[in-house]
């Protein structure tokens, strides 16, 4: 079983930055390969980036290649999301998984947080 608590949600202006993170339970964080999702009001949930047990590969979205960045602490149970040039589009509620096979683009992962609401004015 594992646990995921995002942080870092908030308001911000288009063209401004942050940084989600997510803690996850238990010791076997690095067994997992992580991702990020994200769910606008009336649009279903959407896959935004995932990141390998190791750190060394990473899947994004088109939408958010170039400005946003995953990336993983082993050490520390712990998967960030650094979103920069954030768009009045990338308002959202922001998910982190857990997924105990391999990397994938579909919302198929075996454990979710409680989301981080992400809102972006113009």
């Known amino acids: 079983q594992v646990q995921l608590v995002e942080s870092g949600g908030g308001l911000v202006q288009a063209g401004g930055s942050l940084r989600l993170s997510c803690a996850a339970s238990?010791?076997?964080?690095?067994?997992?390969?992580m991702g990020w999702f994200r769910q606008a009001p009336g649009k279903d949930r959407e896959f935004v980036l995932c990141?390998?047990?190791?750190?060394?590969?990473?899947y994004y979205a088109d939408s958010v290649k170039g400005r946003f960045t995953i990336s993983r602490d082993n050490a520390k149970n712990t998967v960030y999301l650094q979103m920069n040039s954030l768009k009045p589009e990338d308002t959202a509620v922001y998910y982190c998984?857990?997924?105990?096979?391999?990397?994938?683009?579909?919302?198929?992962?075996?454990?979710w947080g409680q989301g981080t609401q992400v809102t972006v004015s113009s």
């Open positions: 990141i390998s047990r190791s750190g060394s590969s990473t």
């Open positions: 238990g010791r076997t964080f690095s067994s997992y390969v």
């Open positions: 998984a857990a997924r105990g096979g391999g990397m994938s683009r579909i919302n198929d992962y075996d454990y």
